[in-house]
């Protein structure tokens, strides 16, 4: 259902409403203009957060001179709200705003009966009114739900609210099952961080409206987002009953970048997906709850990669070798298939960083066949680049602070085991190549380093997984002794577009080496989209290459990937070709936008 409102084509009739919360009738008309700029559809006035309140004039001034619709509500103690005066009062102060012209009025089910009675029928065409209910212990059986809609259609509401909170995130799929079949107009929402979906997927399944806060934190109940979240960070306009839900399952999952990262990306290749941050207990739960087709792709974070592992249908070799998935994808038969990605981004920008520095091109196969490879680690990144390496024929080295765990993994590999310590003076050859996975170095600890500059003179390119901070000091010893550096940041990206790929099923391969010769396709013009309106506010990496490339500054850069960002295409190609810039990927010269 496409609709054609002032502001755009909408896909879905959920209207947002942003709560008005302020002590003074001039503070919280500021608040409602501000709304109205952000774009919300209509306010809902908190009466009982004024700090004195003269009904006839204050509801006057607020109803007639508010530039949005407006919802007026009276919330009691009793039901979450502050107002703890006379009842009749607060249900005259009601009547009154219907009388003065609002257009919705929030009467609570415990008085409902007894507000119908008092107007006998007699309420202007205009007004309609929600009949509200808030639990704010848990989400009740889907067969209490219904029971409670019930009870409040039988009051005669034009507009039914049930408003509960989450225990856990499966909550959220009880009232989506009752806003779905709902005959009448419904507002139904999980309150907390574990019902936060319920909010934004609200306008999938046909709920009346969700309520979005004029500023980040500044919310009427616990998970609300804010309104600029919805429209710009969800695309809340463009969501359908047929948009595909996608996510990262986690726990803690709100520091979450990865909406960020997806959502911008869906948007700028018109994919009709959403990317949400899922707040997952039990992930089996999780994923026999949310079992529909509506539910498709996942990405997997701390802690859950080895629960999201023994859910899988279906896993791909490797990840079924290193025993824990990164991304999850239901095929159109309901099977979950499991891939590991985080082996094929690091592995991916290893093999760039030694093209770069040997001009080898891609088809002439891994340049890390053969090499002696060195995985600093023995945890998931670890398994992942050991893995990765043996994957790729070369001959794994496993060095890990605990001694056990490296023969573990290596034994799994085929490789050999060392300690941190012995790999002090492990130098069997030149030219190794060596990948950091352990923790040293990473923030706050940024002076501490896994190895130290004397060992590191052996290799020819050394890798770090940590992206916080992007340079750590191995990388910075590893290039002072001469070697190539491949930082963190190059894993983290490479690993997100073949998730990308992997939920919106566009084709091609991302990783490819592009000169300026090649063609460029349009999938990889999706991908420059990807990252240049994306907003993630890591610190991106680049290649030692692409920064070393001569006599172009990296401003000049800067300024000429904007330029072909925008005209995208053959004129980048151009581009490139005209700057000249010796091996660098374009992928390198657009990721010198986030230095
Ligand atoms: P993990 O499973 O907890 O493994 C940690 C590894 O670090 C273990 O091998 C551990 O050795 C070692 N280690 C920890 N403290 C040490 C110390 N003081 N001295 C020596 N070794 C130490 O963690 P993970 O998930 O593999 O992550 C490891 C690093 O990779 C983190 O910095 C993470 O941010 C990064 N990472 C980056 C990406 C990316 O996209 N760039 C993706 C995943 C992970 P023991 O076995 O002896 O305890």
């Known amino acids: 259902m496409d609709l054609q409102t002032a502001d755009g084509v909408r896909r879905n009739s959920t209207k947002i409403c942003a709560p008005v919360m302020a002590e003074t009738v001039d503070q919280m008309l500021t608040q409602a203009r501000k709304a109205k700029e952000l774009g919300a559809d209509l306010v809902e006035i908190r009466l009982d957060f004024l700090k004195t309140f003269n009904p006839r004039q204050d509801l006057e001034i607020l109803i007639k001179q508010c530039p949005l619709p407006t919802l007026i509500t009276y919330r009691p103690i009793w039901e979450g709200g502050k107002y703890d005066g006379d009842e009749s009062k607060r249900q005259n102060a009601l009547r009154l705003a219907m009388e003065l012209g609002a257009d919705y009025i929030d009467v609570e ?190 990405s997997y974070t701390i802690p859950h990669k080895e629960a999201g592992f023994n859910c899988c249908d279906e896993i791909d070799p490797i990840a079924k070798e290193i025993g824990a998935i990164s991304c999850m994808i239901k095929r159109p038969d309901g099977n ?57 024929g070369a001959r794994v080295i496993v060095a890990n602070r605990t001694y056990d765990k490296a023969k573990q993994l290596a034994s799994k590999v085929g490789g050999e085991a060392i300690t941190l310590a012995e790999l002090e003076n492990f130098h069997p050859e030149d030219g190794m190549i060596l990948a950091n996975t352990t923790s040293v170095g990473m923030k706050p600890k940024i002076e501490s380093t896994p190895l130290s500059k004397e060992a590191l003179k052996h290799y020819s390119l050394v890798f770090d997984a940590i992206y916080t901070p992007k340079m750590t000091r191995l990388l910075r010893e590893a290039q002072e002794s001469g070697a190539t550096i491949v930082y963190g940041t190059e894993m983290f990206i490479n690993q997100a577009f073949v998730q990308f790929e992997k939920f919106t099923g566009l084709p091609g391969t991302m990783n490819q080496q592009n000169d300026q010769t090649q063609e460029f396709s349009p999938h990889q013009v999706y991908h420059l989209k990807f990252l240049s309106f994306s907003d993630l506010s890591l610190n991106f990496p680049c290649s030692t290459k692409a920064t070393d490339s001569g006599h172009f500054g990296e401003k000049y850069i800067r300024n000429i990937c904007l330029v072909t960002l925008i005209a995208v295409g053959p004129i980048f190609q151009h581009y490139s070709y005209c700057i000249s810039i010796p091996q660098c990927s374009i992928r390198c010269c657009l990721l010198l936008l986030y230095q």
Not at 249 to 258: D, M, T
Not at 276 to 282: A, G, H, S, T
Not at 337 to 351: H, Q
Not at 356 to 384: C, R, Y
């Open 336 to 392: 979950l298939m499991g891939y590991n990605v985080d082996y094929l981004g690091a592995i991916a920008a290893i093999e760039e960083g030694l093209r770069a520095s040997n001009g080898a091109s891609q088809a002439s196969g891994s340049p890390l066949t053969g090499k002696l490879f060195v995985v600093m680690g023995a945890g998931g990144a670890g398994k992942a680049l050991a893995f990765g390496g043996k994957e790729k």
């Open 109 to 298: 089910l415990q008085v409902a009966h007894d507000f119908y009675n008092a107007i006998q029928g007699k309420k202007p065409a205009k007004i309609k009114i929600i009949v509200s209910s808030h639990n704010y212990q848990n989400t009740p059986s889907l067969e209490e739900i219904g029971n409670l809609v019930a009870r409040i259609l039988a009051t005669g509401a034009d507009i039914v609210k049930v408003a509960t909170t989450a225990v856990d995130i499966t909550d959220s799929a009880r009232l989506f099952q009752i806003l779905v079949h709902s005959q009448v107009p419904m507002i139904g929402i999980v309150m907390g961080e574990k019902g936060f979906i319920s909010r934004i997927l609200s306008a999938k399944f046909g709920g009346f409206l969700t309520f979005g806060s004029i500023e980040a934190g500044l919310v009427s109940a616990p998970g609300q987002p804010a309104v600029k979240e919805l429209l710009e960070l969800y695309n809340f306009r463009q969501l359908g009953p047929d948009t595909k839900v996608h996510g990262v399952i986690g726990n803690p999952i709100g520091h979450s970048k990865s909406p960020h990262l997806y959502n911008p990306a869906f948007k700028s290749v018109n994919f009709n997906g959403i990317y949400l941050p899922l707040l997952v207990d039990n992930v089996a739960n999780f994923l026999k709850t949310y079992s529909s087709h509506d539910f498709v792709g996942y």
